[in-house]
Nanobody, 123 residues
Framework: QVQLVESGGGLVQAGDSLRLSCAASGRTFSNYASGWFRQAPGKAREFVAGISWSGGDTYYADSVKGRFTISRDNAKNTVYLQMNSLNLEDTAVYYC????????????????WGQGTQVTVSS
């Protein structure tokens, strides 16, 4: 089992930055690819960013490319999502996910999910 706990969400203004963290415990986290998803009110959960187990490969949704950066520190069992130039459409609950394969993460078929952290962007 892998337990994931997100943190770092909050209320910010449009144009601001925020960094989310996902702390993992349980099995060796460095064996797992990971990613971030988000779900806005009334909308389906959507893929935001993914990262391979080594951190060497990263993937982004078109809506966040160039503004968000995913990274990981396997020594700390933590994955990060740096979010810059936030806009109103980024308001959502953000979830961390993990799976042995990065394609499964991107497809939303992760074995493990966190409880989510709320990000609210105001004008």
């Amino acid at each position: 089992q892998v337990q994931l706990v997100e943190s770092g969400g909050g209320l910010v203004q449009a144009g601001d930055s925020l960094r989310l963290s996902c702390a993992a415990s349980g099995r060796t986290f460095s064996n797992y690819a990971s990613g971030w998803f988000r779900q806005a009110p009334g909308k389906a959960r959507e893929f935001v960013a993914g990262i391979s187990w080594s951190g060497g490969d990263t993937y982004y949704a078109d809506s966040v490319k160039g503004r968000f950066t995913i990274s990981r520190d396997n020594a700390k069992n933590t994955v990060y999502l740096q979010m810059n130039s936030l806009n109103l459409e980024d308001t959502a609950v953000y979830y961390c996910a993990a799976h042995a394969g990065i394609q499964a993460v991107i497809a939303g078929r992760s074995n493990y999910w966190g409880q989510g952290t709320q990000v609210t962007v105001s004008s």
